[in-house]
């Protein structure tokens, strides 16, 4: 199915892997009551370290740490614990400069080419996702990653919250892969990666796979997980005895590469961003139009 957001694959899309997965929402915290049945309401505003990860500063961890080390004021004043609330009306800086308003959230796909590596900055000078990026793009920050010899789907976002969001393991999103082993994997070899292997004291949790079809000295699988531990996938198959000589991530949860070419990037619409996040209508009406992409004639949008 091309362009489609909802997969419908009959192996990882049944009904009850539908029923199973669960639809990450943003819960509006509930009043809290004092003993003596007085609302007693949080202050205004949203923690500091929130506010500057939806201005797309860093991600909400990364942003405590920037407090910690006295690297943002708050009307004037330097402050050293993200134990504090901000609204729209406070004076904030990061390094002297004054931090802009928060841009509504915004999610992004993006084809990764293999050569590239997910860093801002790459301490032995190999090329990077973000420098391939158009300039026209906002400040982004990548959900996850893949590593340099991995391609296929990778999300961005400019907004802290929707990042950790989706890279929480209780989010429970299927992240979809189609992998190309080395080797004439069967069911007896594939079984122990179903049921979950302990591997140098971690657990991983049973991976979804497929057989597709074996084509002369390797085979090609698509592979489901749903934690997304640091290559995860190519360290399960050689657990197993079989080499990854390809990875290409097709799907993270309800997002998928589609027909998207190799190094292009189209920006979720806002409705179903809004859907699939449970964000707030508003955000909708007041979002900037983001960068246009050049498609070939005939190429659908994958959102």
Request: proline residues 9%.
């Amino acid at each position: 199915m091309q362009g489609a957001y909802i997969a419908s694959d009959p192996v990882f899309d049944s009904p009850q892997a539908r029923r199973d997965t669960p639809i990450a929402t943003f819960a509006c915290p509930p009043k809290r009551v004092n003993p003596a049945g007085m609302s007693t309401e949080p202050p205004p505003g949203e923690r500091i370290a929130k506010h500057l990860a939806r201005a797309g500063v860093a991600s909400r961890r990364e942003a405590e740490r920037m407090i910690e080390t006295g690297r943002v004021t708050v009307n004037g004043r330097k402050i050293d614990s993200p134990a504090l609330n901000v609204t729209g009306s406070d004076r904030i800086t990061v390094d002297g400069k004054a931090l802009a308003a928060p841009e509504p959230p915004r999610l992004w796909l993006y084809h990764k080419p293999p050569g590239l590596v997910t860093t801002e900055k790459d301490e032995k000078g190999r090329d990077t996702v973000f420098a391939a990026l158009p300039e026209d793009m906002p400040r982004v920050m990548s959900v996850g990653r893949l590593d340099i010899s991995s391609e296929g789907l990778l999300l961005l976002t400019n907004d802290g919250g929707i990042k950790r969001r989706l890279e929480l393991p209780s989010t429970g999103w299927l992240r979809r892969y189609r992998v190309r082993v080395k080797g004439a994997p069967d069911d007896k070899v594939l079984e122990p990666l179903r049921k979950g292997i302990i591997l140098e004291g971690e657990r991983f949790q049973p991976m979804e796979i497929r057989l597709d079809r074996q084509q002369g000295a390797n085979a090609w699988l698509t592979v489901g997980i749903r934690e997304g531990r640091n290559r995860e996938v190519r360290r399960a198959m050689e657990a197993v005895g079989l080499t990854v000589n390809r990875l290409i991530r097709i799907s993270y949860g309800p997002f998928q590469l589609g027909d998207l070419k190799p190094g292009a990037v189209e920006e979720v619409r806002p409705r179903v961003l809004r859907d699939q996040l449970g964000l707030d209508k508003t955000f909708e009406q007041t979002r900037k139009p983001g960068p246009r992409v050049r498609r070939k004639h005939g190429e659908r949008r994958p959102f």
